[in-house]
């Protein structure tokens, strides 16, 4: 018998599937509503994988070239490797994130910069 999951994100993050060592996949329904509502940003020591769904998404993306907002269409995906942070253009969206199951994240400031926390993952 096969399991089937009906994808309905119930908090800020869930990991929802996994291969213990290699990848997992979670839900990400971001509280921001806009790029205005976000005050930090994170980076992870190796990509994600970010596909829309359920209705309009958005990130903020910051690069050696400064921000830059992205804007998602539900079944659109990017993989990201900068800094970014999450918001929900329409309350029905979010995100599937694919990522690895052991990574660093680091967080900074988004005014200034500053790191202000680094949290490692070893989800085996």
């Known amino acids: 018998m096969y399991d089937i999951t009906t994808l309905r994100p119930e908090s800020l993050w869930q990991v929802i599937f996994k291969d213990a060592g290699s990848w997992r996949a979670g839900l990400y329904r971001p509280e921001a509503t806009g790029p205005e509502d976000i005050n930090t940003l994170e980076k992870h020591s190796c990509p994600e994988l ?11 993306l910051k690069d050696a070239e400064g921000e830059h907002i992205a804007e998602f269409q539900p079944n659109q995906a990017l993989m990201i490797e900068d800094y970014h942070n999450g918001f929900a253009i329409d309350p029905v969206g979010y995100f599937l994130v694919v990522e690895r199951t052991s990574f660093t994240t680091e967080y900074i400031d988004r005014k200034t910069g500053n790191c202000i926390n680094i949290v490692t993952v070893h989800d085996i």
């Open 50 to 60: 970010f596909i829309c769904l359920g209705g309009r998404m958005g990130l903020i």
